[in-house]
């Protein structure tokens, strides 16, 4: 099945402890990309990619780091966690050709920073 | 970067056509609508796109305006599981998608 998948679905974490969220995809798709939701704000692009060792900032870059050394996976590091990175975070990927294809979007993953 | 305007929610009647609106008089003439839902806490989910022709799928029909300056997503036969938020999304020339605050859609029993 194509998908996106993203792990954990949720996690609890402690202020300044490192933490990696990991995507994976098995579509062969060249662009992926990271977003955060908050109440109120709506869905916000973090990162994206464009290709394997390809990677810009969104729109909330500040706080986060990614990498793309393969094609399927796009991690999320988060080097030192803060309380206002508590969110709910989807990874997404899609086709080269953006405008004729959708985006699919993983499950999400709901992030506490305590 | 084209914006888009969305009424910030919705209802209708279980069964009936659910037609959401949305606003992109800036748009620019290789931008396409594209059209994504998001249930509750869920990924957002594509359902649509279009650049100036109508179009249909087995989820739903966008209707864009001649002009582009606004679109319409049709869902014919609504039910509850088509609650969610309705996101109206203009590509822009980046290739990067920005979503605004969407549509919340009820489909009332």
């Known amino acids: 099945e194509a998908q996106v998948t993203q792990n954990p679905r949720y996690l609890i974490t402690v202020t300044g402890k490192k933490l990696t969220v990991t995507c994976s995809q098995n579509?062969?798709?060249?662009?992926m990309s990271w977003y955060r939701q908050d109440p109120g704000l709506g869905l916000r692009q973090i990162y994206y990619?464009?290709?394997?060792?390809?990677?810009d900032k969104g729109d909330v870059p500040e706080g986060y780091k990614v990498s793309r050394k393969e094609k399927r996976n796009f991690p999320l590091i988060l080097e030192s966690p803060s309380p206002n990175q508590t969110s709910l975070y989807f990874c997404?990927?899609?086709?080269?050709?953006?405008?004729?294809?959708?985006?699919?979007f993983g499950s999400g993953t709901r992030l506490t920073v305590v | 970067d084209a914006k888009t305007t969305q009424p910030t929610s919705m209802d209708c009647a279980e069964g009936r056509a659910a037609n959401l609106p949305c606003n992109h008089s800036?748009?620019?003439?290789?931008?396409?609508v594209y059209w994504y839902r998001q249930i509750h806490s869920q990924g957002p989910q594509y359902i649509i796109h279009?650049?100036?022709n109508n179009e249909t799928n087995e989820m739903a029909s966008l209707i864009i305006t001649e002009d582009r300056k606004s679109s319409t997503l049709i869902l014919p036969h609504a039910t509850l599981r088509d609650t969610a938020v309705y996101y109206c999304?203009?590509?822009?020339?980046?290739?990067?998608?920005?979503f605004g605050k969407g549509t919340r859609l009820h489909i009332l029993p």
């Open positions: 997404a990927s899609s086709s080269q050709g953006l405008r004729d294809y959708g985006y699919t």
């Open positions: 579509m062969n798709h060249e662009y």
């Open positions: 990619s464009m290709n394997v060792e390809v990677t």
């Open positions: 800036t748009i620019s003439g290789n931008e396409y």
């Open positions: 279009g650049l100036k």
């Open positions: 999304i203009i590509m822009n020339r980046d290739d990067k998608i920005i």
